[in-house]
């Protein structure tokens, strides 16, 4: 039975030397470089620090100590003090969290279990002190793997918050192992990124893609970064095997893994634009990805045969454009024009017009459809087109390629077409007037009088003094448009029957007076 005078204090300091002796063993049978020890004793400590451990009874006589512990299912632990025997309630077969939290909670009575934890943990430090300075990819691997090891294990039931808070502490960790020689210094962050990308990629995999998406995206473009840096410093002789393992961990993302298309194709691009430039590198990738069996993402493929300037091959799988693959097409042709490519980017500008207005319309949001087609349109004006197919590709941007449109109309003296593309767009003033509309006031007023008149009255039909003051700004552009093409007779006779068919409106009419519209 538990006396009140048996606290778990007094049983601590009766005790102490076989609690300090099983501490000791603790420390030598458990590391923290294995995953499964280093979760074992974090969820210990933590039942602990939450005050999970409650002394149920007390046999002084059997030096047996009953224990409760309080968990997602309590369980009962038994603890032979003088033996140093312990076991629990629970199906668990080995060591478990209830046992060690309740050795934690008499530790802690008499000593810090703090400064343990700290010592423990730095067992790992050390060793992984040791395979930083081993200047190897597999130390470095373990490295990563054990940083990651350390913080993921709950990661299925944590929220996105958490998930990159925990993500940023393993970044600072691993700078902690970065070598001291400023020449290995980019190399280890380049490596390190990339390794901790590839565990992001495979745990996203496992559990929900939009916990990783935004950090993976992030890491991706700061990648591109950490690889510009370290293709401008020479190359050491001893990075070689560094250099090759990075090919392996980016052919398993990119090649091995499913989820995340677009963001594995970024990170090819990243690593084979940037940092793997030799020739004979490239083609030996091209090989091998032509030998994978069941692989069949072909813009994988399609980026090769741009980096190596393949037309025939990339002709046969641009023929095969997926309308939700256009971004990375759009990255394929940025590249060929960066390239100085210009049969690259024909051929991929010219299997992508037919899938522009699905893309555009049925797979992007609706304020990111108008910059698409800016960026794309920008692309296009590189290479030779007929006319008739380049009316055809504006038509695939529809109400988002106005502005260029407008542009390719203006180019071709083409004003009366321009005010039917504006009229059937329903232009405001200001759009129509930053798409080129002084052009056409100094080429070809007249053509521009019906498009003002159509304005004017949409001002005209919402009734009020505000809207009519816009109606004869409107108008008194259209009195200088008539002026500038000799037609005079025509805007009198226009303001007159303006006037005649609102004279109902007084306040129309009052803003009318104002404006002084007759010439």
Excluded at 278 to 289: A, D, F, Q, S, V
Excluded at 375 to 383: Q, R
Excluded at 392 to 399: E, V
Excluded at 437 to 465: C, D, G, W
Aim: proline share 3%; net charge neutral; with cysteine.
């Amino acid at each position: 039975m538990l006396l009140l005078s048996h606290s778990l204090f007094n049983i601590a300091v009766r005790y102490q030397s076989h609690i300090q002796q099983w501490m000791k063993t603790l420390s030598e049978d458990l590391h923290p470089s294995h995953l499964d020890d280093e979760e074992l004793v974090r969820r210990a400590s933590f039942a602990v620090r939450n005050g999970a451990v409650r002394a149920l009874s007390y046999d002084p006589y059997e030096h047996t100590l009953e224990a409760r512990v309080h968990d997602v299912s309590s369980a009962v632990v038994t603890v032979h003090l003088v033996d140093e025997q312990i076991t629990c309630s629970c199906p668990e077969k080995r060591l478990c969290r209830h046992c060690l939290a309740v050795i934690f909670s008499l530790y802690m009575q008499k000593f810090s279990l703090s400064e343990w934890l700290q010592e423990w943990r730095l067992k790992k430090t050390e060793q992984l002190s040791i395979l930083a300075n081993e200047r190897t990819p597999e130390g470095w691997n373990a490295i990563v793997q054990s940083t990651f090891n350390a913080v993921s294990g709950d990661w299925s039931w944590k929220e996105r918050y958490y998930i990159d808070s925990s993500i940023n502490q393993m970044k600072q960790k691993l700078k902690k192992f970065m070598p001291f020689e400023r020449e290995w210094q980019p190399l280890y962050d380049v490596y390190t990124r990339t390794m901790l990308l590839r565990l992001l990629f495979e745990v996203s995999e496992e559990l929900n893609e939009n916990l990783f998406r935004a950090t993976i995206q992030t890491d991706i473009e700061d990648m591109q970064h950490q690889l510009i840096t370290l293709s401008n410093k020479p190359r050491l002789f001893a990075a070689d095997p560094f250099y090759d393992a990075l090919v392996l961990h980016v052919r398993h993302i990119v090649y091995d893994l499913k989820t995340m298309d677009d963001l594995r194709f970024n990170l090819l691009h990243a690593f084979w634009v940037i940092m793997l430039t030799e020739k004979g590198r490239r083609e030996k990738e091209y090989e091998y990805l032509l030998e994978i069996k069941n692989f069949d993402n072909d813009i994988f493929r399609a980026f090769f045969c741009v980096l190596l300037k393949k037309p025939d091959e990339l002709r046969e799988i641009a023929d095969k454009i997926h309308p939700s693959q256009m971004p990375e097409w759009m990255h394929l042709a940025k590249l060929a024009k960066e390239q100085d490519d210009l049969t690259s980017l024909t051929i991929i500008l010219h299997a992508m017009r037919p899938h522009i207005f699905d893309y555009v319309n049925s797979h992007l949001s609706a304020w990111n459809r108008s910059l698409f087609v800016s960026k794309l349109y920008a692309l296009y004006k590189n290479i030779d087109m007929p006319d008739e197919e380049r009316e055809q590709l504006f038509w695939q941007f529809g109400s988002f390629g106005v502005r260029a449109y407008s542009d390719f109309l203006i180019d071709q003296q083409r004003y009366q077409d321009w005010v039917a593309l504006h009229h059937r767009f329903e232009s405001t003033l200001d759009y129509a007037e930053s798409c080129g509309m002084k052009t056409i006031l100094q080429e070809a007023p007249e053509a521009v009088l019906p498009f003002y008149h159509v304005l004017a009255l949409s001002e005209v039909r919402e009734r009020n003094r505000h809207n009519y003051k816009q109606a004869v700004r409107i108008w008194k552009k259209m009195k200088s448009a008539a002026k500038k093409s000799g037609k005079t007779d025509y805007w009198n006779l226009y303001v007159s029957e303006i006037q005649t068919k609102y004279r109902r409106l007084r306040a129309l009419q009052e803003e009318i007076q104002k404006g002084n519209l007759p010439l």
